[in-house]
């Protein structure tokens, strides 16, 4: 399947350290999760290309290191 710009897809951000989960609200429509190397995934559907660079940018702004951005989305 091709995704355009304008499809959705269901992303993977993994970063370094573990999230409290008040770090839900930050970033509202994705699922924490805490790996067990000591990292935290967040998990989610995002509607298009700027709603990826919304996440990366809130990443950013939190100080927070990114490991992996994986599209789950065959």
Same mark, same amino acid.
């Given at each position: 399947?091709?995704?355009?710009?304008?499809?959705?897809?269901?992303?993977?951000?993994?970063?370094?350290?573990?999230?409290?989960?008040?770090?839900?609200?930050?970033?509202?429509?994705?699922? *924490?999760?805490?790996?067990?190397?000591?990292?935290?995934? *967040?998990? $989610?559907? *995002?509607?298009?290309?700027?709603?990826?660079? $919304?996440? *990366?940018?809130?990443?950013?702004?939190?100080?927070?290191?990114?490991?992996?951005?994986?599209?789950?989305?065959?």
């Amino acid at each position: 399947m091709n995704h355009s710009a304008d499809t959705s897809c269901t992303y993977e951000f993994r970063v370094s350290g573990r999230l409290e989960p008040r770090w839900a609200a930050h970033f509202e429509g994705l699922t *924490l999760a805490p790996g067990i190397d000591g990292t935290t995934s *967040l998990r $989610g559907e *995002l509607t298009d290309q700027a709603a990826l660079h $919304g996440v *990366l940018q809130r990443l950013r702004d939190a100080g927070l290191s990114i490991i992996a951005v994986t599209r789950l989305d065959p």
